[in-house]
């Protein structure tokens, strides 16, 4: 089959879209607000599109908390999401009204950052302190609007638990990552090969 997103003909009853652009990592973003607020929630459109510098973004339907408080003070934690936290992710997710800590909802502890304000999960294996660089309305072509907002920030600092390190590698299998499939589909990341680059003699 062959169908236009604009058009939305592809006669399923879910764009099948989102199940093939997959997996897609989780980013479970903490932020804060100017009043010193702090915010908690899972971000999928969200991935590491730079190495030098170190740039991660994450995409808002709409100006939700988590865009806010970036939008006032300029940082965010990524913190990297695995099986164990599925459930936590999940209840932070839930709509709370703005200046509500999701931490608190999802009875979660916060661990201080080193070199910026919001918190991070604490327990999390991993966590990227970022510092904003860009915030970037999104649109289509021909300017066709979308409700989408890009936060793209640079990664200033990276906590990794060492025990998820297996002879100085993170351990892949072991750390079971929590990735965003389709529909209400989640994977955790189990299977693993590695792979050569072709080299051209
Ligand atoms: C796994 C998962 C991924 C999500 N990804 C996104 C996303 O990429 N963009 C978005 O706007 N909302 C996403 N959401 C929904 C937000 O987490 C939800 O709207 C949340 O209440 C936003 O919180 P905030 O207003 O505190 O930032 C996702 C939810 C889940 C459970």
Known sequence: MFYEPRLRNHGLS???LKALVAPRPIGWISSMGADGSINLAPYSFFNMVSDRPPIVMFSSDGKKDSLRNVEET?????NIVTRDFTHAMNASSANYPRGVNEFEKANLAMEPSRLVKPPRV???????????????????????ASPYTMVLGEVMGVHVDENILKNGRVDAPNLALLARLGYMDYASVESVFSLERPVLT
């Open 74 to 78: 300029g940082e965010f934690v990524c």
């Open 122 to 144: 604490q327990g999390i294996v991993a966590a990227l302190e970022c510092r904003m660089t860009d915030i970037r309305p999104l649109s289509g072509l021909e300017g066709l």
């Open 14 to 16: 879910h764009d099948p």
